[in-house]
């Protein structure tokens, strides 16, 4: 039913002001579930009445199921209007960049897996979603496989040099096809309207998570599950990859 809680709530969308909306800063389908998790959570009464105890209203907890609705509901109007005009290159640039990411990280896995900080370091690329994702975790991995080239020295089914140089030109290329491609009126409206659902279940979830933390700040059980999975996951990955270049960094050092 998400096309009639979108039609509930667009007016209320499209009040927004303009500085407000912002693209979803996480995959939308992370997102959905997040707020879906974070729905069930507060559904629990005896959750519930500690955060009424603090002064949420239950219109926030009504608004919430409404707004996954509507945000998941713009989510795919936009996927369908987007990929209806998509160029067929790009789509088959995404396609190899994926064929080829998932080559990377197999080979990976393989020759570093006597390396627990790099293995760290290929989880953490493998989580990646979407096109963005896509072009820094090809970077990544060009760059991780040059710094660890040694490793490979026994693989004969891999040139390492070679793959790490497509991976980096693949990124490049699909960079510029992101850059270059151009909303018409249809993808813009549906781009847009996406954006405004997920800002405002973006400030709904925010908002719900700022009272439980507070509610239940000295509940070490409950008071994790009113942060976000996928950012925890996000931070572990950046310190992971910030210590591979300070790895890199100490053994050039060294030498």
């Given at each position: 039913m998400s096309d009639t809680e979108l039609s509930t709530l667009r007016a209320r969308l499209l009040a927004l002001p303009a500085a407000e909306v912002e693209a979803p800063d996480l995959p939308m389908a992370v997102a959905l579930q997040e707020a879906n998790d974070l729905l069930t959570l507060v559904r629990d009464e005896s959750v519930w009445a500690k955060l009424e105890a603090v002064g949420v209203t239950?219109?926030?907890r009504g608004l919430?199921?409404?707004?996954i609705a509507a945000a998941r509901g713009a989510q795919s109007q936009w996927i369908v209007v987007r990929d209806r005009s998509k160029s067929s290159a790009q789509t088959e640039r995404e396609a190899k960049g994926q064929t080829l990411r998932s080559e990377l990280l197999?080979?990976?896995r393989w020759n570093l897996r006597a390396d627990s900080v790099a293995l760290g370091t290929l989880r953490a690329i493998a989580e990646g979603e979407g096109v963005a994702d896509l072009i820094q975790d090809l970077s990544a991995l060009a760059e991780l496989f040059e710094r660890k080239r040694e490793a490979f020295a026994s693989d004969q089914s891999i040139d390492v040099a070679a793959r790490s140089?497509?991976?980096r030109l693949l990124a490049s290329e699909l960079a510029a096809g992101v850059s270059t491609e151009r909303l018409d009126t249809d993808q813009?409206?549906?781009v847009d309207l996406r954006n405004r659902a997920s800002t405002l279940l973006d400030q709904l979830v925010g908002s719900l998570r700022e009272a439980g933390r507070y509610a239940f700040?000295?509940?070490a059980n409950?008071?994790?599950r009113f942060s976000s999975p996928y950012l925890r996951r996000k931070g572990q990955r950046a310190r992971s990859l910030a210590a591979q270049r300070a790895e890199a960094a100490a053994?050039?050092?060294e030498a």
């Open positions: 239950s219109d926030q919430l199921a409404d707004a197999a080979a990976g140089e497509e991976a813009a409206s549906a700040r000295r509940d409950v008071l994790p053994e050039v050092v």
